[in-house]
């Protein structure tokens, strides 16, 4: 069964030099992207796994593909770094079976009623809930978005966003 070394939550997915870092970091041989919008764009897809580190093999799943997938034994061997765009997708996969014991949130861009945390990491309502939510069901949660980054607790986080 495939080893999840990394979960990152980046509404950027395979980005450049950033993802080349998580990549060599975490020692993952495999990114598993769990996005509706991008299985079902055969276009964006190919840029995306244009765009993936040399030697780093990338597969594309809508969400509940994820969950099936990981139930049957189909992310392969080795060690993956699951890289899904918000965390409406990652409470699903989660609620689906994907119980991964840490999430590092990456980069979640601005929109109306988003607040700025953390960098480039926004977050509103709904994702602080899914947050609180995950970290009930004992999941560590930390705010990356690079390795030199000092990561960021939940705690600290939130009371920034209560603020």
């Known amino acids: 069964m495939a080893d999840i070394v990394l979960t990152r939550i980046d509404s950027r997915l395979i980005h450049g030099q950033v993802m080349t870092k998580w990549v060599n970091q975490s020692n993952a041989n495999k ?3 769990v996005s509706d919008e991008l299985a ?3 276009f964006m897809l190919e840029i995306y796994l244009l765009s993936a580190p040399a030697g780093v093999k990338v597969e594309c799943y809508s969400k509940s593909d994820a969950v099936k997938n990981w139930k049957e034994d189909q992310f392969g061997n080795g060690k993956v ?3 899904l765009p918000n965390l409406e997708s990652m409470k699903v996969v989660y609620d689906g079976g994907i119980k991964v014991p840490n999430i590092q949130i990456g980069g979640l861009g601005g929109a109306p009623n ?4 953390f960098q480039n990491i926004t977050l509103d309502n709904a994702d602080v809930s899914i947050l609180t939510y995950l970290k009930e069901q004992g999941v560590n949660i930390i705010f990356q978005t ?5 990561p960021q607790s939940f705690d600290s986080i939130i009371k920034k966003y209560n603020q």
């Open 146 to 150: 690079i390795p030199e980054d000092i």
């Open 81 to 83: 770094l699951l890289l």
């Open 40 to 42: 079902k764009d055969e």
């Open 114 to 117: 988003r607040k700025v945390v």
């Open 31 to 33: 990114i598993v992207v």
